[in-house]
């Protein structure tokens, strides 16, 4: 089956230093992925939309130059928080879709991220 | 914008009983799709079941089915014979039909299910 893989899986970094985390698509190719977060006990609230070749589209309240998305190529997209400060601290979580509309979308494993 | 609620935060029942978790939704489309997330404590978002709008029969994936009613814009979850390992958190998703698959998902709140021994 349509496999994402997400790394890293943690990380721990100093406030004011930028983290780039990735999301892959192993056996399928995705033209758009999705980056979700998720604080503790919530949902997870669409970030942005990921599209290969283009500019990301972000979702209203997020800052584009906090949250930076290349879409390089047909298999990944990165995702770097910059400038990151505690309340960065998060789970991430990317998305792709394989196959028909009705297929839903395969998640990546997430990356728990915390800004010391 | 669509919503999506999920009215109950948490429900406990017993292994082997049967569960329903609620969800509602508002969106002005005609046409979309429906998902039942699982996130268990590992926290890989996993894909329950879906379901069509156009479609008027409800899903099913062998313990799991959906009671998908369009007029009341409801779709809920009944899980049958639950197992230990049905504990998790569950997420009620909406996506619409445009954008070839561009659009990302909308999730309620969840629901935390504990399935007891």
């Known amino acids: 089956g349509a496999v994402v893989s997400q790394h890293p899986s943690r990380v721990i970094c100093k406030s004011g230093t930028s983290v780039k985390i990735e999301c892959r698509s192993l056996?399928?190719?995705?033209?758009?992925m999705f980056w979700y977060r998720q604080f503790p006990k919530q949902s997870l609230m669409l970030m942005a939309t990921?599209?290969?070749?283009?500019?990301?589209?972000?979702e209203q309240g997020v800052e584009k130059d906090k949250f930076l998305i290349n879409h390089a190529s047909l298999t990944l997209s990165t995702l770097t928080v910059t400038s990151a400060h505690p309340e960065d601290s998060s789970f991430y979580i990317c998305?792709?879709?394989?196959?028909?509309?009705?297929?839903?979308?395969?998640f990546g494993s997430g990356t728990r991220l915390t800004v010391v | 914008a669509q919503t999506v609620t999920q009215s109950q935060p948490e429900m406990s029942v017993q292994e082997a009983e049967t569960v329903t978790l609620s969800c509602t939704y508002d969106?002005?489309?005609?046409?979309?799709?429906l998902f039942w997330y699982k996130q268990p404590p590992s926290r890989q978002m996993i894909l329950v079941i879906r379901?069509?709008?156009?479609?008027?029969q409800n899903a099913t994936e062998n313990r799991f089915s959906v009671n998908f009613q369009k007029a009341a814009k409801s779709f809920s979850l009944k899980i049958s014979d639950s197992q230990l390992g049905d504990t998790a958190m569950y997420f009620c998703?909406?996506?619409?039909?445009?954008?070839?698959?561009?659009?990302?998902?909308?999730f309620g709140k969840g629901t935390h299910l504990i399935i007891q021994p």
């Open positions: 998305s792709a879709r394989a196959g028909a509309l009705n297929y839903g979308y395969t």
């Open positions: 056996d399928f190719q995705a033209t758009t």
């Open positions: 990921s599209n290969e070749g283009s500019k990301a589209t972000y």
């Open positions: 969106t002005s489309e005609s046409n979309y799709y």
């Open positions: 379901q069509e709008a156009y479609k008027q």
């Open positions: 998703a909406f996506m619409p039909p445009s954008g070839g698959g561009a659009d990302g998902l909308t």
